[in-house]
């Protein structure tokens, strides 16, 4: 039984955590409706009628600016595995955790992975920005301590205990703290039970894009300059629905109508009816004629415009937002298009690729239950698959000229990864490569 002084620091330390989760939930929550695109298009009382100001623009380009790097990062396991690392995490599924961790990290800058130790292995268990926070050790980049709530009270059941979280929308019944020495479990916002952790490194991971010394929580991709430039194309699809009308209705006017001489609810003019103005006694009649209508191309310029704010902003191309471009000649070609993307997968497979080897560690450790990191897990590395479709041939002629060049890389991992084969296979293959006579076959010209 803890002892009353461990009980209050656990409870300071609890609502420490929930505090800062409480203020950093709503902006995190905010990204992600404009991922799904259901943020609110602010009303500028210019030019919106009241009818429209529930409208909202479907735009899309948050989810393209997640999605279109997101899929460029497919983790492919560890290299220099030892220890069976890349078993371990086939068997708890960990593939597929890391898989909505990277996306929620690109979406809210963030992310968070629970190693929760269970009978005889671990279980691993991702929570969003606005599910988990804690307080990162600059020096590390591991969680000094950390919180993630496991289940949240329902609209009718938080009563007193909703404490502020109003804005937010939920409030937090079951959650975990998470520290060096132990891991305490909360109920219904009492302190239920607390395990002892015996790997002496916090089990919850924190998952970040672009981290920095003032941003410890990583950077959006849906930063807020691509935020306002969403809002502003939201206002633009909104004026262009009210000009489509207007365009749909062109407005006439009469002139030399005498006063008074025709009600004006008898010049609503719909599809379908047909005006009739007779003449006067003096034989005059009214000019009818129609206002010169606006042109709604100007929309679609501005709107191209605005998605080129927003792939400078992101490194996309007008291609990844649905505009036609001029096709490119080569994957080569395809690949310039888009080298702004290429340093940025790059950049996110080396910060994840740390972040995800901690974790693996940490798996490691909880399962064999010690607090020392082997020196087989000090090896591992995080490897990725290629960020654009390898052409085969064209790898395979390169790998072949490298080998003449260098005879000592046939046979190798590097090289069977330049084949686009995954982590285990290059692995497998290098060693029978090497327990044989490594590039003999290649170094012939392909003749044996």
């Not at 691993?124 to 590390?140: K, M």
Request: proline share 4%.
């Amino acid at each position: 039984m803890p002892d009353e002084e461990l009980i209050r620091e656990i409870n300071s330390l609890a609502d420490k955590l929930l505090f800062k989760l409480q203020t950093l939930a709503w902006p995190a929550g905010e990204k992600y409706c404009y991922y799904n695109a259901n943020q609110q298009v602010v009303d500028l009382g210019i030019s919106m009628p009241k009818n429209f100001r529930g409208l909202k623009p479907g735009v899309g380009w948050a989810s393209r600016a997640v999605n279109t790097l997101a899929d460029r990062i497919n983790f492919d396991g560890f290299a220099n595995d030892s220890a069976g690392i890349n078993n371990l995490l086939d068997d708890i599924g960990a593939f597929s955790v890391f898989g909505k961790a990277k996306s929620d990290a690109l979406i809210a800058g963030c992310s968070f992975i629970a190693v929760l130790p269970s009978e005889d292995s671990v279980k691993l268990l991702p929570f969003t920005a606005t599910e988990a926070t804690g307080n990162i050790d600059q020096r590390t980049g591991l969680l000094d301590s950390g919180l993630a709530v496991l289940r949240w009270y329902q609209y009718d059941e938080a009563g007193a205990n909703a404490r502020g979280w109003s804005k937010v929308g939920l409030v937090p019944a079951d959650y975990a703290l998470f520290t060096k020495d132990f891991t305490a479990y909360f109920v219904n916002q009492q302190l239920a039970w607390i395990t002892q952790n015996p790997t002496k490194r916090p089990l919850l991971h924190v998952i970040t894009h672009r981290q920095s010394a003032d941003r410890p929580f990583g950077k959006s991709r849906i930063s807020n300059t691509a935020r306002r430039i969403i809002d502003e194309v939201g206002r633009l699809k909104v004026r262009y629905e009210i000009a489509a009308e207007f365009y749909s209705a062109p407005q006439r006017y009469v002139n030399g109508l005498a006063d008074g001489s025709i009600d004006g609810a008898q010049f609503d003019a719909a599809l379908g009816k047909v005006w009739a103005i007779t003449k006067d006694e003096d034989g005059e009649k009214p000019e009818i004629g129609q206002l010169a209508q606006m042109s709604i191309n100007q929309f679609s310029d501005q709107k191209k415009d605005l998605a080129r704010d927003f792939c400078a902003e992101t490194a996309l191309t007008l291609r990844n937002l649905g505009y036609e471009t001029a096709n490119p000649t080569s994957a080569e070609s395809l690949k310039s298009m888009s080298d702004d993307l290429l340093l940025e997968a790059q950049a996110c497979q080396m910060e994840f690729g740390r972040e995800f080897r901690e974790i693996a560690i940490s798996a490691r450790m909880a399962v064999e239950k010690i607090s020392a990191v082997p020196s087989s897990l000090k090896a591992i590395e995080a490897t990725w698959k290629p960020v654009f479709q390898l052409d085969i041939g064209s790898a395979g002629d390169a790998a072949y000229k490298l080998i003449q060049a260098m005879p000592e890389l046939a046979g190798t991992t590097t090289l069977y990864r330049m084949l686009g084969m995954n982590i285990r296979e290059a692995e497998e293959l290098a060693r029978k490569a090497n327990s044989a006579r490594p590039g003999n076959f290649m170094l012939a010209g392909g003749q044996e």
